[in-house]
């Protein structure tokens, strides 16, 4: 068998088409395979398929294939250009790859799967390939993706924000609860942020919205009422973000009582941070001892652990009406415990307690959010950081978006028959 003739079996081409030659050059590590047709046949025009004769060719047309016997591979061929009596003169379509992309599908699709597992630079140094190129196929995928997903906003959607670099830059991340997947990215941490999210929907779109769960940060709040119907019992501040706010306020009474010991020589909560912010099953079995000596002492820090671990009781109860009751046995003990700092918090929980037991009704979280968001650090820190933020925001969609990501191969020309 020639080698040109095992190529063709190969690459599945087909007569009018055949190869032409084979070129290798061992220094470089290629190989070069030259395609042509054979002349007197008619090619489909790509707008109405009628078959045209040929009126001139392109010139030569390069595509990286898949590496045969370890040697990068490139695909050679000038295509034809048929006149076509109602659409004028157009190039054929080649069947090998997406137009001015430079690989053909299986290249590409090779690209793909690579990119889901590891850097950019990592894929570059793997194929033998530049940035520029490895990164185009990320943002073609990424642009075909989008074209292709549906248009409907999802039932049960999570608002989150992520931080893109230092400084206090964020994005506004909007996700599809039901599916674990990203489903908007949006600049800054504001109001506008989320309403341009809203605006792509009509009213009746937002309408089918069952809810949403979020942080307590007033923009999104904000944009939220002011875009979906009923927003006040849709809304349902995160589990997460409740519990933030007082453990935050937890910290503030360690550090304030850490201070007040210091000065009189006591260092006794020196290095203990963290028992009092962890779970009890999350506190390491070496430092059990520590925990439960420092636990049986008269601290100010112990008082506002266990007001702490008490509101997470609150998320067990099935009623809006139980989670009222139990909040508010919660907020006396916390509001009398002369703690300022759980004062404080339980206060700020008080003004938003309504959006607090709508997830007796919703049963949502932002867990998958902080899933995801430990997903994109994964990325971020996979690329060393993204110095642009619409690289960023490319590199979000791509791995956590759920997008349709590979090119499908266009109806070939090689479907020809004679002139």
């Not at 079995?285 to 008269?298: G, N, Q, V």
């Not at 008082?303 to 067990?316: C, E, F, P, S, T």
């Amino acid at each position: 068998m020639k080698d040109t003739s095992f190529f063709a079996q190969l690459l599945g081409i087909t007569p009018p088409w055949y190869i032409s030659s084979v070129a290798f050059n061992k220094e470089d590590k290629r190989v070069d395979i030259f395609i042509e047709h054979t002349s007197g046949f008619a090619f489909p025009c790509p707008k109405c398929q009628r078959l045209c004769s040929v009126y001139d060719h392109t010139c030569e047309r390069e595509f990286r294939h898949l590496n045969v016997f370890q040697m990068a591979t490139f695909i050679h061929v000038n295509l034809p250009r048929i006149e076509c009596p109602e659409h004028g003169v157009l190039q054929i379509i080649s069947g090998l790859g997406e137009d001015n992309s430079g690989m053909t599908y299986e290249f590409e699709s090779l690209v793909l799967d690579l990119e889901q597992e590891c850097s950019i630079e990592s894929v570059c140094r793997l194929l033998d390939m530049n940035w520029h190129p490895c990164w185009g196929v990320m943002k073609r995928a990424v642009e075909r993706g989008i074209e292709r997903k549906a248009h409907r906003i999802p039932e049960r959607i999570g608002v989150d924000e992520k931080s893109f670099s230092k400084g206090h830059r964020y994005e506004t991340l909007v996700y599809d609860i039901d599916s674990a997947t990203v489903d908007y990215v949006g600049d800054k941490r504001d109001q506008n942020s989320l309403e341009e999210y809203y605006k792509q929907f009509s009213l009746e779109q937002r309408e089918k919205v069952k809810s949403v769960a979020m942080d307590m940060w007033d923009p999104y709040i904000a944009a939220t009422k002011a875009y979906i119907p009923e927003a006040e019992k849709k809304i349902t501040f995160d589990r997460y973000h409740v519990m933030r706010l007082v453990v935050d306020a937890v910290d503030k009474v360690r550090k304030q009582e850490h201070r007040a010991l210091m000065e009189e020589g006591n260092d006794i909560l020196k290095g203990t941070k963290y028992l009092w912010l962890w779970n009890e099953k999350n506190i390491p079995p070496y430092r059990w001892t520590e925990f439960e000596h420092l636990r049986s002492l008269d601290l100010k820090v112990c008082r506002a652990r266990a007001i702490k671990d008490n509101l997470r009781n609150l998320w067990n109860y099935h009623k809006e009406g139980w989670m009222r009751r139990y909040f508010s046995r919660w907020y006396f003990w916390a509001t009398h415990s002369r703690l300022g700092p759980i004062v404080k918090a339980a206060k700020s929980l008080k003004s938003h307690i309504d959006n607090i037991v709508t997830y007796a009704r919703h049963r949502i979280t932002n867990a998958l959010g902080e899933s995801l968001n430990s997903k994109i650090e994964k990325v971020k820190r996979l690329a060393c950081g993204y110095r642009n933020r619409d690289h960023y925001k490319t590199a979000i969609y791509f791995h956590c978006g759920g997008l349709d990501l590979y090119p499908r191969r266009k109806p070939a020309a090689f479907q020809v028959i004679n002139a």
